[in-house]
């Protein structure tokens, strides 16, 4: 892994906000929100997990969940006030967002999309997302997340 600054990296510190990079040893079979947490040592109520949705209005738009919730796309589709909504091919990550999957941040996309948080996140001293590549994560303040992707908090997993 390199130690080159991503685009969520130069974000957050272009925005002068407070951030730790926790970073980890990458291997291609546990890429997802548990093992990086298992990883960095870190409770998985803090490691979120950044998805990527395409609306029936042909639109992308952005969810970031606790690592072990599952989104519940009709919650979803209602909170961003369309009619459905469903996750993109994993093949197209890097063209819409301009990172890749297990890689993916809610900061630094190429295009800024409606984004949500999960409304849990909001009782959090801090949040984890990815920094922008496999083995590196960004923890800051969950409420400079929400200002620096323009999101709000709403309720989006299955209970």
């Known amino acids: 892994m390199s130690d080159k ?6 974000a957050v510190e272009n925005l002068k906000i407070d951030y730790e990079i926790l ?4 291997d291609d079979e546990h890429i997802d929100a548990i093992s990086v947490a298992n990883l960095i040592g870190q409770d998985i109520k803090y490691v979120y ?5 395409q609306g029936s209005d042909k639109n992308y738009y952005v969810c970031v ?14 909170a961003f006030g369309i009619k459905n909504i469903g996750m993109i091919p994993v ?9 890749i999957r297990g890689g993916c941040s809610p900061i630094g996309m190429k295009k800024r999309f409606k984004t949500l948080i999960d409304v849990k996140a909001q009782r959090l001293e801090y ?3 990815s920094a922008g590549q496999r ?3 960004i923890k800051l303040d969950v409420n400079k997340l929400r200002e620096i992707v ?3 908090f709403e309720d989006l997993v299955k209970n």
């Open 5 to 10: 600054k991503t685009n969520a990296v130069r």
């Open 23 to 26: 970073k980890y040893e990458v």
């Open 49 to 53: 997990k950044t998805l990527v949705l």
């Open 65 to 78: 969940i606790m690592g072990n919730d599952e989104l519940d796309l009709k919650k979803t589709a209602k």
């Open 91 to 99: 093949s197209d990550i890097n063209k819409i967002t301009g990172y």
């Open 127 to 129: 949040i984890i997302v």
């Open 135 to 137: 083995g590196m994560q």
């Open 150 to 152: 323009d999101a709000k």
